[in-house]
Structures are given as C-alpha cells and as structure tokens.
C-alpha cells in the first residue's frame, strides 16, 4: 500500500531544452484520451515567459472505484526559436519544464446527481469504513493502488520518451 | 507517521568517463525488480546545454519485508557534462556517454509504515515495548538485510561502471 488515503505520491519531472510545447501537450492529451480518461483542464495561465497548466483526468474502473490523475506543469524562460529539423525549418521553444505526476484512487465516487450512495446516511459510512479496511483492502492495494501507479509511471516514461530524455526504459 | 531507521546514510561513489546513461538507468530498475522493491521515482531532471547534458536522478525504491516493516533505498544520481560519443569496437562503431557521475545512497528500516500503532497514545507504548523487548531480533534482522541489499546495490553499479573502464 503506497498510503492509507488512496493516494499516490508525486513524481516529479523537469527538463529544460528546446521543444515544442504545443507537440507536448497534443502528445499528453492524446495519451490520456487514448487511455480512455476524461479529462479538464481545471487551469490554464498564460503569462509569458510562464505558463501553467493543471489537468485532472479521471475514469471510471468499476462503479465503486475511480483513478483520478492529476499532472501541473510549469512552463518558464520560454523563447521561441527556429530549429531545423529533418530537412525543414519549425519552430520550437527554449524552455524549462517542471511537470508534477500525482493521483489518487477514489473510492465511491459521486454519481451524476453528486451524491455518494455510501454517505447516505451513518451506518453506511461505518459499513463503508469496514468494508474498505477489512474486507477490500488487500483488492485496492493489489488490484488499484499498486497498478495505478505503475499506470502513472508508463505516462510519465512516454513524456520522458517524447522529450527526448536520455533515462528511458525503466519500466521493462 | 511511520518511524524511519536510518541503516545507511551518505555513502557516495564518483566515477567519470565512457558510460551508457540509459544502460546504467535500466541496470539500476531491473535489480530492483529483481529484488522485489516497488519502483517509486520521486525526481528526474535533464537539462540541455552545449556542454553537455546535466542529469539529476533520485529514486526511493522499497521493499515490503512484512505487514510491519519495509526496506527504503533511496539514491541520488547526479551526472554532469554528459556528451554523446562514439567508439570503435570490435570493428564496430558504438555510441556511449561520456561524463561524471556521482551516487549518493541511503537507506532506511521504516516502521509500522501503515501508522497503526499510533491512533491511541496506549497503542504507541505498546508499540514500543513490542520493538524494544519482542521484536528486537526481527528488527535487527531487518536491519541486516537492507544493509546487505544497500552495500548489494552499490557493488553492482561499481562493478557496471567498472565494466566500462575495460571496453575502450
């Protein structure tokens, strides 16, 4: 278990070269759609040479459990500049990134209305409490938790890939 | 909040010259993997500058040892002025890095890392009368082995490192 809240703990990468940030955010975005996730993008500041941007991105797992992913990237010193790459001439951003990984696992999530059908009243939050430490607690842990992360980890191994970093390839 | 026993504290290793970044990175997760530690990446920083690049790496891998205790190694990988270099071998062009590199490894025994012996201030005496007098043989045990698995770790990146000095 990574911590008794569902919660997985933050992995932080940053990276500082030229890239295209446009090609980086269309390569994340596409990743979490193509993993099913649906995703906000609960902020966007614009403030050059910085830019920050939060997502959250969930999907639901079963109808008690949901992966919620949030990634916060901060975007400063940006310049534009012209590169030429393959033949033909783009351009692309001398910049530094700081992107922080992090999620949670949660567990009866709100329907559409809001409501949580264990919180309904107090004994199905005492009913909900025991279920969770004793009768499911090894499921979330093996089932949720642990591959969760593992899930988070191959997202962020791919960002690594696309920018070029030279440690790739620790998920084998 | 769980209790951590430092085991292993600032053991460094320098070493400078022909290396493969993304070979050492690899070696480092798959004996992990083999070990049975839980990957867990806390920072990966790469910066881009025409004198090479600068790679700062810190992982905290831990191992379950029972529902009680875990193994934490945690590593600082620090690499400066990292080119990219090609090198005859064999008749064959290879392409490996060339740069320094300093590890810095830790570890620790961390202790009821789920925090159930401290909701009531009777279960954290009890806690510590169960470390002090029942448990003390298992602790130290513990110990042994995330000494044993830290000074293991550590040999194998020697030894990895070392493997280069003799392919030139």
């Given amino acids: ?172 | 909040m769980a209790e951590k026993l430092p085991i292993i504290q600032n053991v460094t290793m320098s070493y400078s010259g022909l290396f493969d970044v993304k070979e050492l990175y690899s070696a480092i997760n798959e004996w992990f993997k083999d070990k049975g530690y839980d990957r867990r990446e806390i920072k990966n920083e790469e910066h881009v500058s025409p004198s090479g690049k600068f790679i700062d790496i810190e992982i905290m891998p831990y191992k379950k040892l029972s529902d009680y205790a875990k193994s934490v190694i945690r590593i600082q990988i620090t690499m400066h002025d990292v080119k990219e270099v090609e090198i005859e071998r064999d008749k064959h062009k290879v392409k490996l890095n060339q740069g320094s590199i300093e590890i810095i490894f830790d570890s620790y025994l961390e202790t009821d890392y789920e925090g159930r012996w401290e909701q009531t201030p009777f279960y954290f005496f009890m806690r510590t009368v169960y470390d002090k007098f029942f448990y003390k043989n298992y602790t130290e045990h513990f110990e042994e082995m995330v000494a044993s698995d830290t000074r293991e770790m550590e040999a194998m990146i020697k030894s990895f490192l070392n493997m280069y000095r003799f392919r030139k």
């Fill in chain 1, 1 to 172: 278990m990574l911590d008794k809240n569902k919660n997985i703990p933050p992995t932080v990468l940053k990276y500082k070269g030229i890239f295209d940030i446009g090609a980086l955010y269309k390569f994340m975005s596409h990743w979490l759609i193509n993993e099913g996730f649906e995703f906000y993008e609960t902020k966007y500041k614009h403030k050059p040479p910085k830019i920050e941007i939060n997502w959250e991105a969930n999907k639901r797992i079963t109808s008690y459990v949901k992966y919620i992913m949030e990634i916060h990237f901060y975007f400063y010193g940006v310049n534009d500049v012209e590169v030429i790459k393959d033949g033909a001439k783009r351009k692309m951003q001398d910049a530094r990134v700081v992107i922080t990984f992090s999620g949670k696992v949660e567990t009866d999530y709100p329907d559409i209305y809001g409501d949580k059908n264990w919180e309904k009243n107090k004994f199905f939050v005492k009913a909900k409490k025991f279920f969770e430490n004793y009768i499911i607690r090894q499921d979330l842990d093996v089932k949720h938790i642990d591959p969760f992360y593992y899930y988070i980890l191959r997202f962020y191994e791919d960002v690594k890939s696309f920018l070029g970093m030279e440690t790739v390839g620790g998920l084998s």
